[in-house]
């Protein structure tokens, strides 16, 4: 299995000109705990390119936060993700609420291409792909911790890693668990207890993907990420192509070569 580390903006800057287009402008840049949002799929990363595992699956991607009174604010998005073979990248959403659903679901599909050197964000509702180039570097000059838990943070102060041996369903594909428990101890951000947060993360070896993650905060609520129905066949071809009827359109290019803007957050890691 060969991996190409790639320093790109692909997905996050592609999507939100694809945001742009959309009724009412951008989005708030993510709602909701770490890891939720359009175009914030914790289980991949447009940086890493793993070739040899083509896999496919269903997501959901939910949070929940209570909040005062009674209230609470409860968010869904479920979609389509996939790999092929030679390490391209696909998935979709339906969007239900926010800006971008104001005059109805909208449907954003994200394609990263390294093969061709492209990625995309096709917008259902505009027919717009907003393409972005991509450029590869050499092999080891980035980790791809977007793919799997970032084992620096494991060892932060406050931290406790436990391995997990019983996962909370069955995906068919190897798999690895842990859970992560961060505690801020009274006093360290002015908070008058201590604030415990705790993750479950299971990644799937073979494929280099998150299959479940689970993150509870109490500042910020819970959110959880999950994959099902996994199919390790190569996907169509097809997934990967912009589709008739789309006009493709350029985004505008960022100030600096250097500069580079995260990609969607990794799994939540406290």
């Excluded at 959309?22 to 939720?36: D, K, Q, R, V």
Aim: aromatic share 8%; net charge neutral; charged share 15%.
């Amino acid at each position: 299995m060969k991996r190409v580390s790639l320093i790109t903006a692909a997905v996050l800057f592609v999507s939100i000109s694809g945001y742009a287009q959309a009724p009412g402008g951008p989005p708030h840049g993510g709602f909701g705990p770490p890891g939720f949002g359009p175009g914030r799929l914790p289980g991949m990363h447009p940086g890493k390119v793993v070739t040899g595992a083509p896999y496919s699956g269903n997501f959901t991607d939910t949070s929940s936060q209570t909040l005062p009174d009674n209230n609470s604010i409860n968010r869904s998005t479920k979609g389509t993700a996939a790999r092929d073979g030679q390490g391209r990248t696909y998935f979709t959403e339906t969007i239900t609420n926010g800006p971008l659903a104001q005059n109805g679901p909208t449907t954003l599909t994200f394609i990263f291409d390294p093969v061709a050197g492209y990625s995309y964000v096709l917008n259902s509702n505009t027919k717009i792909a907003s393409r972005r180039t991509i450029k590869a570097h050499n092999e080891g000059s980035e980790s791809g911790p977007h793919e799997h838990p970032d084992e620096a943070k494991d060892a932060r102060p406050g931290t406790t890693v436990t391995a997990l041996s019983t996962p909370p369903m069955s995906w068919g594909v190897n798999v690895t668990g842990k859970q992560i428990t961060h505690t801020i101890p009274a006093g360290a951000i002015g908070n008058t207890a201590p604030i415990v947060s705790t993750s479950q993360i299971w990644y799937a070896t073979d494929l280099q993907i998150v299959v479940y993650s689970a993150h509870t905060d109490p500042r910020m609520g819970t959110s959880t990420y999950s994959l099902s129905n996994i199919s390790t066949a190569e996907p169509a071809a097809s997934l990967f192509q912009v589709p008739a009827g789309y006009t493709v359109q350029d985004a505008p290019a960022f100030g600096g070569e250097h500069r580079r803007p995260h990609g969607p957050p990794p799994p939540p890691q406290e």
